[in-house]
């Protein structure tokens, strides 16, 4: 994909840097489809996922373009340092990591909300970091990060110490995934990236829940870009 320079070489044009990408996607796409019989079966794996790449290319672009015509998006932004490396994650992302819909999901609201410049300025170094964390994680720690998130927006949760088990028990309903046992794997990993505060007592059988139901300030801050994309996309949909 695409490096730093090369995207500057565009002038700040965004819609054609990702549409170029999105057309290389399909040449290439056609090469394997005129290739011979046993080549084509070689390269099953990486059709299907060429396949969805390319339907994540297509969703961003769309989006990128809705947000730029409606006004969302500031004309001189394509060119700041911000917008450049935050764009250069995400096309990594796509061509090397293999994406699927619930990382990809998360990177693109961190990216579209980044570039309305409504919770953060184009000075500051930070999304570039949540976009890299982000890119870091799998679809299991997505989906417990934001299941705790949600629980955390709860007022009428005591947020005093609280068992494991009752944490667990919490995020398991919350995200599906039902099996304790997944959901500890998952909040290890979590963890480790801190993004979650760590277990409490010698058994680790407790939980200090926080003002962000264990998330730490930076877990809960990703998750504020995340909320500020579905807001404003709920906000459309009532009007």
């Known amino acids: ?18 549409k170029d990408s999105f057309v290389g996607l399909v040449e290439g796409l056609s090469g394997i489809a005129v290739s ?3 080549d084509f079966q070689l390269s099953v794996g ?4 060429s396949l969805i790449k390319g339907k994540f290319l297509s969703q961003l672009i ?7 015509n409606k006004g969302k998006i500031k004309d001189d932004y394509q060119t700041t340092e911000q917008h ?8 990594d992302f796509i061509d090397s990591d293999m994406p699927d819909e619930k990382r990809f999901s998360l990177l693109k609201k961190i990216f579209l909300v980044t570039a ?16 890299k964390i982000s890119r870091k994680l799998t679809s299991g720690e997505v989906l417990v990060l934001l299941g705790t998130f949600q629980f ?4 009428e949760i005591d947020l005093k110490d609280i068992a494991a088990g009752t944490w667990l028990n919490n995020i398991a309903k919350v995200t599906n995934l039902q099996h304790f046992e997944l959901i500890e794997l998952h909040e290890r990993n ?12 010698g058994d680790k059988s407790g939980v200090q829940l926080g003002k962000h139901y264990r998330l730490t300030e930076l877990g809960y801050q990703i998750c504020k870009f995340v909320e500020k994309y579905d807001e404003s996309h709920e906000a459309e949909q009532a009007d």
């Open 62 to 68: 769309n989006e990128w373009n809705e947000y730029r």
């Open 116 to 131: 309305t410049e409504s919770i953060s300025e184009r000075n500051d170094v930070l999304p570039q970091q949540y976009m």
């Open 36 to 38: 011979k019989k046993m």
């Open 46 to 49: 990486h059709l299907l996922q």
């Open 84 to 91: 450049i490396e935050c764009l250069q994650e995400m096309l």
């Open 152 to 155: 955390s927006k709860n007022k």
């Open 1 to 18: 994909m695409k490096n730093k320079y090369s995207i500057q070489k565009y002038g700040g044009d965004t819609a054609n840097i990702l």
């Open 190 to 201: 979590l963890i480790d990236k801190n993004l979650l505060t760590p277990r409490r007592y």
